[in-house]
């Protein structure tokens, strides 16, 4: 069973279009998070949910909206797509605590055209 | 706030060689410690931990021990092989911060036969 899965892994659209990737946990966790990972491979937390509650905002423009609709599943849309969003994005999820490890899906490419 | 710096790469050894990637740190307070691997085209996966000063993490023949003195937690294996290969991710987790992980920039290790 998966423990962490995104959807699509792949995703290729065009500059101005609205799209959204899916993340569900099945690990009973209570914390989800969107992370991006950019072409020099770098990792940038954006969005953190405990229990359907936004904790972490990161400097991320608005066009981004996270939505949890419940404690598993944290969903990522983004309007008005630029060039620049171009990139891995990672949904992870883990108990909220200083030493639970969090778990990653596999990934979403996103490609803007 | 809170950093996590990796040597640089790309580190390319042969197989059997031992491997050292340093990881350094900067956190007020006392963070979790972590080691993620990504392999090609793949998600992170937790390769070990350590929660306290002193501890060691291992797994897979792969060792890391938190070093509060030196604030470090260098990785460390004795014989690598070629499925090794993958980028290597230092990351630290606090518990103030809604438990993001901070990452280091990533180390490409790439295991030649």
């Known amino acids: 069973d998966t423990a962490v899965s995104q959807t699509p892994k792949y995703l290729v659209t065009q500059m101005g279009n609205d799209k959204s990737i899916k993340c569900e946990q099945n690990?009973?966790?209570?914390?989800m998070y969107w992370y991006k990972q950019d072409s020099k491979k770098f990792l940038k937390i954006m969005f953190s949910?405990?229990?359907?509650?936004?904790?972490i905002n990161e400097t991320v423009p608005n066009r981004f909206s996270p939505k949890s609709p419940d404690k598993a599943h944290l969903n990522l849309h983004i309007n008005s797509l630029e060039l620049g969003d171009s990139a891995v994005y990672f949904c992870?999820?883990?108990?909220?605590?200083?030493?639970?490890?969090?778990?990653f899906g596999p990934g979403t490419r996103l490609t803007v055209l | 706030g809170n950093s996590v710096t990796q040597m640089e790469g790309p580190v390319t050894l042969s197989e059997e060689a031992f491997l050292t990637i340093n990881c350094t740190y900067t956190?007020?307070?006392?963070?979790?410690l972590f080691w993620y691997v990504q392999y090609p085209g793949e998600g992170l996966q937790l390769l070990l931990k350590?929660?306290?000063?002193?501890d060691k993490g291992s797994n897979k023949g792969f060792e890391a021990t938190y070093r509060k003195e030196t604030t470090s937690f260098h990785l460390e294996k004795g014989s690598v092989q070629v499925s090794d290969s993958a980028v290597y991710f230092c990351?630290?987790?606090?518990?103030?911060?809604?438990?993001?992980?901070?990452f280091g920039e990533g180390t490409q290790l790439t295991v030649n036969p």
């Open positions: 992870a999820s883990s108990l909220l605590g200083r030493t639970d490890t969090q778990y």
């Open positions: 690990l009973g966790h209570d914390t």
């Open positions: 949910y405990n229990n359907k509650e936004l904790i």
């Open positions: 956190a007020t307070g006392y963070p979790s």
């Open positions: 350590a929660t306290k000063a002193d």
């Open positions: 990351a630290l987790k606090m518990e103030t911060s809604g438990s993001r992980l901070t």
